[in-house]
């Protein structure tokens, strides 16, 4: 088992920038796949990052490419997701999530056995 808690969401206005974390704990002795997904009132979860075990690997939806980073500190098995420009299409619950063993498609949820509670992101104009 694989326990992940986000942090760092909050209400900014657009143009600004947040850092959400991701803390992963349990099973965490292999550094796993891990993504982050958003999901706005209304819509289907959608795939916004992820990263590869090592972190070499990093992989964006097109509508964050350029604005948005993913990276791993793997002493402290964390997963961050600096997050710059933000537009108030970024307004969404972001969800930390792990793959478990072998690596799946990194974009699709169904691939990541293991998600957190979500942490709030809203922009404001």
């Known amino acids: 088992q694989i326990q992940l808690v986000e942090s760092g969401g909050g209400l900014v206005q657009a143009g600004d920038s947040l850092r959400l974390s991701c803390a992963a704990s349990?099973?965490?002795?292999?550094?796993?796949?891990m993504g982050w997904f958003r999901q706005a009132p209304g819509k289907e979860r959608e795939f916004v990052a992820a990263?590869?075990?090592?972190?070499?690997?990093?992989y964006y939806a097109d509508s964050v490419k350029g604005r948005f980073t993913i990276s791993r500190d793997m002493a402290q098995n964390t997963v961050y997701l600096q997050m710059n420009s933000l537009k108030l299409e970024d307004t969404a619950v972001y969800y930390c999530a792990s793959q478990s063993g072998v690596v799946r498609a990194a974009s699709v949820p169904q691939s990541y056995p293991y998600w957190g509670q979500g942490t709030q992101v809203t922009v404001s104009s």
């Open positions: 349990g099973r965490t002795r292999s550094p796993y796949f």
């Open positions: 990263i590869s075990g090592t972190g070499a690997g990093t």
